[in-house]
Nanobody, 124 residues
Framework: QVQLMESGGSSVQAGGSLRLSCVASGSLYSRDSVGWFRQAPGKEREGVASFRSDDIRSYRDSVKGRFTISRDNAKSTLYLEMNGLKPEDTAMYYC??????????????????WGQGTPVTVSS
């Protein structure tokens, strides 16, 4: 079992930056898959960025070059560095985990542990 807790969400102006953190209580290792998802009001939850257990990173096209996912296994913490934020990035951001390797890194159904989310609002 693992519990995930996100933090770092805030309201920013377009073009601004934020760093989200997700701390895992319980054991997560480099062989496990972790990711960031987001859900805007009235929309489906979508994958943003992820680590497969072999440390291959995946990003959705709309955030490539702007967002960076990283992890510190010693601190059991996952990060999402977000730069060049746009109003369309506004959403609740969730971290997710799976013991083992996902096959489709940005598919929500691949993960079975979820945090409660942290809100990000980007104003124009």
């Amino acid at each position: 079992q693992v519990q995930l807790m996100e933090s770092g969400g805030s309201s920013v102006q377009a073009g601004g930056s934020l760093r989200l953190s997700c701390v895992a209580s319980g054991s997560l290792y480099s062989r496990d898959s972790v990711g960031w998802f987001r859900q805007a009001p009235g929309k489906e939850r979508e994958g943003v960025a992820s680590f497969r257990s072999d440390d291959i990173r995946s990003y959705r096209d709309s955030v490539k070059g702007r967002f960076t996912i990283s992890r510190d296994n010693a601190k059991s913490t996952l990060y999402l560095e977000m730069n060049g934020l746009k109003p369309e990035d506004t959403a609740m951001y969730y971290c997710a985990a799976l013991y083992g390797m996902v096959t489709k890194p940005l598919m929500r159904d691949e993960y079975n542990y979820w945090g409660q989310g942290t809100p990000v609002t980007v104003s124009s």
